[in-house]
């Protein structure tokens, strides 16, 4: 995982709270706002992952025109803007305006007390 989520203005320090995994649903994504920081976290069965929500295409949420970034499968993550589409896995762009992007990724734990949390295991 590259470090280039640090460098969004605003990029929050591990150990921030994000919100509680029961928040999330599970297939499903959820957006959190750290100030002005977008992350959007995504979920699908023991896999979580966290992005910058911001769309490579043209920097854009990708929940910017609803909630329905998931794929029907929950493979992958799909941009509400123009379809662009990255691997829920590892961020990577598969289809459409994503190919030859990736989303950023941000590590993130699960406390004892259900909370995910900016910062690796
Ligand atoms: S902003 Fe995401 S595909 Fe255009």
New binding site residues.
Partial sequence: MTEAWRKYRGAPADGTPLCSLDAIPDPGTHGVLVGRFPVLLARNGATLRAYVNA?P????P?D?RGPNVISADGRLLR?T????AFRLEDGVGVE???LDCALDAIPVTVDAGGMVVIGAA
């Fill in positions: 769309c295409h043209q920097y854009l990708l910017h941009c803007n123009h379809d662009a459409g305006l994503g």
